[in-house]
């Protein structure tokens, strides 16, 4: 009888941590995750300019540093969006609001001029390549 | 000297003319939707629309990445990307349309208009003609648009296994909120 309490509270258990692991697992954290790529913001924009699908394939979905120049910072309801290149035909980083909150010091100092690298998930390419879940990595 | 005062004063109006092909944009759009079922709400939102507008010939274009929407819930975030939008395959959504009640519409003035929309939507590769109307707020300092439209998963060849049928809804309602800057290069 006690064995069967026993594996019972087991099985009950172990579910709920696999339902809760499968079906409320958290987002990824681009703190701990490690960049697949290092690139400079200039080269990265070349890429897909010369050709998106080959970029596509490279790059979409990934975790990618890229380092640039920041020409425009903006601050949208607590995202941050970070600029290089060009503010429309660039490249641009989204530092959402829940990593901005972690990196406020980090954001307050950055300003336009400043050379800075940035790791986030590579979204793909409109008018410019985007990433986001981003944060500042130096 | 009446004769050339007629010519500056149309040349000036020509002027006037070519410098006014204004274009508007956003790179920071805002588009939600929602699934709504019985069982369960889906939401999900995207706040980095890309989309342009001529003021003078009405063309309207959009751009949005599939992988730029945003759900709670984490396994729905991979769930939309990895079987129902293939978005390592089709990254972008897109539409190409225009305003077909350009007359309607004084963007010289402030005030709160109807567009009527017309133009091919394409998601998930399918591209499909919709139609819809926006509400076009002409301010100041930029011009405001929200619009909504209704989607069907099927007309875009987005299968539902059977399994989830009744999570997802069989028309998803797309918002659609746009704040256009005047680009100037």
């Known amino acids: 009888m006690k064995k069967i309490l026993i594996l019972a509270i087991i099985v009950t258990v172990s579910g709920l941590i696999a339902y809760l692991f499968v079906f409320h697992k958290p987002h990824k954290n681009t703190f701990k995750l490690k960049a697949e790529y290092i690139i400079s913001a200039s080269e990265l924009l070349t890429e897909f300019e010369t050709d998106e699908n080959n970029a596509n394939s490279k790059y979409l979905g990934k975790i990618i540093q890229v380092e640039g120049e920041i020409i425009k910072i903006k601050n949208i309801s607590g995202n941050y969006e970070i600029s290089f290149i060009d503010e429309l035909f660039g490249v641009t980083c989204i530092v959402d609001s829940v990593y901005a909150v972690q990196q406020r010091d980090e954001l307050i100092q950055l300003k336009v001029g400043n050379n800075i690298k940035i790791k986030g998930q590579c979204n793909g390419y409109l008018s410019d390549v985007k990433l986001d879940r981003c944060i500042i990595s130096d | ?185």
Do not use: R, W
Request: charged share 25%; glycine share 4%.
């Open chain 2, 1 to 185: 000297m009446k004769k050339s005062i007629l010519v500056i004063l149309s040349l000036a109006l020509l002027c006037v003319t070519a410098f006014s092909q204004n274009v508007y944009f956003t790179k920071g759009g805002n588009i939600d939707f929602l699934s709504k079922t019985p069982v369960e709400n889906i939401e999900a939102v995207n706040n980095q629309v890309v989309s342009f507008l001529k003021t003078e010939t009405g063309d309207l274009n959009f751009g949005v990445l599939i992988k730029s929407f945003k759900f709670k819930n984490a396994l729905m975030e991979e769930h939309f990307n990895e079987n129902y939008m293939e978005s390592d395959k089709f990254p972008k959504a897109t539409f190409k349309g225009q305003i077909t009640n350009l007359d309607d519409i004084d963007i010289g003035n402030q005030g709160i208009y109807t567009a009527n929309i017309t133009g091919n939507l394409t998601i998930h590769n399918v591209t499909n003609e919709e139609e819809t109307t926006a509400q076009i707020e002409v301010k100041a300092e930029n011009i405001v648009a929200i619009s909504t439209i209704i989607i069907k998963p099927e007309d875009y060849n987005i299968e539902i296994p059977d399994i989830v049928k009744e999570k997802i809804a069989k028309i998803i309602t797309v918002n659609i909120n746009i704040v256009y800057e005047l680009y100037k290069k």
